[in-house]
């Protein structure tokens, strides 16, 4: 159903209310804001809770938003922020220093972004998918072998296998030549139980060996396409009146601070430069994350590798503040690591493209 103009000007007022004094927002705040009566506001606000935008906490108090009234918002209604003159100045000062190294610049841009909108935040670069681009298998005794791998970022990993049983040379050059043949080319999320199978089959092995070396390549592909996920101010959740509670506060912030929890959504960030994604509570996959919302911008950060910045905070969160700010620190990161120019602030088209897949 479409909501009417003066609809859509309460559910915007009842969420900036809330987010900006963390209490219910009653008609009576809003009489003269809207410039109704209270009992009109009072109807309309009954209406946007029956139809899901709004939340009554309690009999007598005023009204919040709820999960979908946060999404319109994010989508449809908060009006973009530009940065001030004083914040851009703050990031562009941060992002000066060409020559420092990837590691290093991460954990300053968790810590600027973080400092900047008072939420946890997180930075990460992601390498491009890595494959074995040649294996070599080195016959030492009739017990023993090596397994040598060179992969497609040019690392090399082996791996020394001692068997409970014998086998001969023949066997060994075997096996070196079938998994040059089906295992070179592939990442590791593209071998399969299939794949093994059909090489146990052509190798004639009846004792695991292209199981174990399978493993052996899989470890090492994962390993090399994980990137470290800095995180930055996770107490910053201490100050959130939603996290007052010491075990949920707690809760989440060792949640947080654990970021490989954060490399599973990836998937569904667009990586495009400058793509900002929105998830807001339920929308979460992680269950620590259902009273909580996700602001998730990618940049550019050369040589093939997709960077992502983010802040998780309540979804009472300044969405329009949180997004200028991540977009304009998404757009200087891409200059800086590739010379690439991204757009600055929030894309509601894209906001609104990834809110679909939770409908």
Not at 5 to 27: D, F, H
Not at 212 to 221: H, N, Q
């Amino acid at each position: 159903m479409e909501l009417s103009e003066r609809k859509k000007r309460i559910l915007t007022a009842v969420v900036e209310g809330y987010i900006a004094t963390a209490e219910p927002v009653g008609s009576k705040a809003l009489a003269e804001q809207i410039g109704c009566s209270s009992a009109t506001i009072r109807s309309e606000m009954s209406e946007l809770t029956a139809m899901g935008y709004l939340e009554q906490p309690h009999t007598s108090a005023g009204r919040v938003p709820s999960p979908a009234g946060y999404r319109l918002y994010v989508n449809e209604l908060m009006e973009r922020q530009r940065l001030t003159e004083a914040e851009a100045a703050a990031i562009n000062d941060k992002l000066a220093k060409k020559d420092q190294q990837i590691e290093k610049l991460m954990n300053e841009v968790g810590q600027l972004t973080s400092s900047m909108t008072q939420y946890p935040a997180y930075a990460l670069a992601v390498k491009p998918p890595v494959a074995a681009k040649r294996f070599d298998f080195i016959y030492v005794d009739q017990n023993t072998f090596i397994v040598v791998a060179l992969l497609t970022d040019n690392t090399v990993k082996n791996k020394l296998i001692h068997l409970p049983f014998s086998v001969h040379q023949e066997q060994i050059t075997t096996l070196s030549a079938l998994f040059n043949a089906n295992f070179t080319g592939v990442t590791d999320r593209e071998i399969t139980d299939s794949l093994i199978r059909t090489t146990e089959r052509a190798a004639h092995d009846t004792y695991g060996l292209v199981a174990v070396v399978a493993s052996f390549t899989m470890e090492c592909l994962a390993a090399a396409r994980t990137a470290p996920v800095r995180v930055a101010g996770a107490s910053q959740l201490l100050s959130q009146p939603e996290f007052r509670d010491p075990d949920k506060a707690h809760a989440l912030m060792n949640f947080i601070s654990d970021g490989s929890h954060l490399l599973d959504d990836l998937p569904a960030v667009s990586p495009e430069p400058g793509s900002l994604r929105v998830t807001i509570g339920p929308e979460n996959l992680a269950e620590e994350l259902r009273d909580s919302s996700v602001v998730m911008a990618s940049y550019d950060a050369g040589g093939g590798m997709r960077g992502y910045i983010g802040v998780v905070g309540p979804t009472r969160m300044d969405y329009s503040s949180v997004a200028a700010k991540l977009s304009y620190i998404a757009a200087g990161l891409s200059r800086l690591l590739a010379g690439t120019d991204a757009p600055e602030g929030l894309n509601n088209k894209m906001v609104l493209k990834e809110s679909e897949r939770h409908e």
